[in-house]
């Protein structure tokens, strides 16, 4: 079974970098035709897919975030990240990584305050 795990700090102060990392069990991130996604949800909104990085490391971001958003990724930690330039309290969300469509991880709240 896919695993996933969110992880990266909680708190980003408005114009820095959000990072976090999604750590994967079960699954080979180079090997299972998955789309390797982040995806966020902020207080009281819809979920919002930011990109993917799929199994032959090409990406995919979405038109609103591209200009701000990186994802890559570790293979030899079975990891793929995020990177969110930029950031300003609208970016305060629940980010979740997920492969696919079946599978997600618990979620990580970040927030961006000063």
């Not at 591209?66 to 969110?84: C, H, V």
């Not at 979740?96 to 305050?113: E, M, N």
């Amino acid at each position: 079974q896919v695993q996933l795990q969110e992880s990266g700090p909680g708190l980003v102060k408005p114009s820095q970098t959000l990072s976090l990392a999604c750590t994967v069990s079960g699954a080979s991130i180079t090997m299972n035709h998955y789309a390797w996604s982040w995806i966020r949800q902020p207080p009281g909104k819809g979920l919002e897919c930011m990109g993917a990085i799929r199994y032959d490391g090409s990406t995919y971001y979405s038109p609103s975030l591209k200009s701000r958003t990186s994802i890559s990724r570790d293979t030899s930690k079975n990891q793929f990240s995020l990177q969110l330039n930029s950031v300003t309290p609208e970016d305060t969300a629940v980010y979740y990584c997920a492969a696919g469509t079946g599978y997600w991880g618990q979620g990580t709240q970040v927030t961006v305050s000063s």
